[in-house]
Each structure stands twice: as structure tokens, then as C-alpha cells.
């Protein structure tokens, strides 16, 4: 989760939201990493996780990524979370809850319909404090700054 804390600084100095994500393969070694870049990337798609499963899937040759565990600083949203399914990530890590737009325990708890042909493990809180203080220091300096970019003022990781 460290090192998924360092994609998300990088995501703020570069003025996007602070969330990062790392994906490892069965043996803890990084095959992938990713932070927030919709707004510099002029893709809404460019969310930390979905920019580190495609780097993976690239590096692997294959879209298809069992074994692997996603580490990420905030609760992925229902994109998010639909690439992890089509992915088959094994296993999501995630430390901060995102209430606005969290759909593992918060807004929409995707995964207790049962309808997914795919369901990861799940792990959530991991370094939470972390993570939710990375966030709320970018959203507070963007509230003093008096400048509230429509991209990167809404709290939807993006």
C-alpha cells in the first residue's frame, strides 16, 4: 500500500486526484503501477486502477490477470471495479472508503448482488488513515487555492 501512496502523490503534484494503484502478481512482485490522470490524459477512463491493469495486461499479454492482487489508496468505483471483474483479479486491497462513489462498502456495494461471474477478495482499511489524509489535504489545499477544477473538484477519483 506504500507504493500505491506514492502513485497517489504523484497524481497530486501533478494536480489530479490523489489515488494510486499497484498491482502484484502471486509471489509480491509489482507488475504494475498507476496514478489518477483523467484530467492530464484527457480520458475519464484514467483512473489509477484502470491505469495500472492496463499496463499490466500490456507488460503480461493478456487481459487476463489471476493471481494478482490490486492494491489501491481509495475504494475503486463501479468502473473500477467492472475491469477487475473482466480482468479476474484475484484480490483487491484497498485502504481509504470513498462514500460518494465507493461500490465495495459504501455507495454501492456492487458485489452483494451475486451477479458477478467473477468476485475478487476482497480487503478493505489497509493504511485507511493514510489514504483518507492524502485525499482530504488535496481537497483542502484545492478549497484554499479558490480554484475548484470541475475535473478535479468532484471527489469521483477523477
Do not use: W
Request: proline share 4%; hydrophobic share 40%; glycine share 10%.
Amino acid at each position: 500500500m506504500r507504493q500505491a501512496l506514492a502513485q497517489a502523490e504523484i497524481a497530486a503534484e501533478r494536480d489530479e486526484v490523489p489515488v494510486g494503484a499497484i498491482l502484484v502478481d502471486a509471489a509480491g512482485l509489482v507488475i504494475a503501477a498507476g496514478h489518477n490522470q483523467p484530467i492530464g490524459a484527457q480520458d475519464p477512463s484514467a483512473h489509477a486502477e484502470i491505469v495500472a491493469l492496463r499496463a499490466a495486461a500490456k507488460k503480461l499479454g493478456n487481459y487476463r490477470l489471476p493471481g494478482t492482487t490490486l492494491y489501491v489508496t481509495v475504494e475503486p468505483c463501479t468502473m473500477c471495479l467492472g475491469a477487475v471483474v473482466h480482468a479476474r483479479v484475484g484480490r483487491v486491497v484497498y485502504g481509504a472508503t470513498e462514500p460518494k462513489t465507493g461500490a465495495v462498502e459504501s455507495a454501492h456495494r456492487l458485489f452483494e448482488t451475486g451477479e458477478y461471474n467473477h468476485k475478487p477478495e476482497i480487503v478493505g482499511g489497509v493504511l485507511a488513515d493514510e489514504c483518507a489524509a492524502a485525499m482530504t489535504a488535496f481537497f483542502k489545499r484545492k478549497r484554499n487555492s479558490g480554484r475548484a477544477d470541475s475535473g478535479a473538484a468532484s471527489h469521483n477519483k477523477g
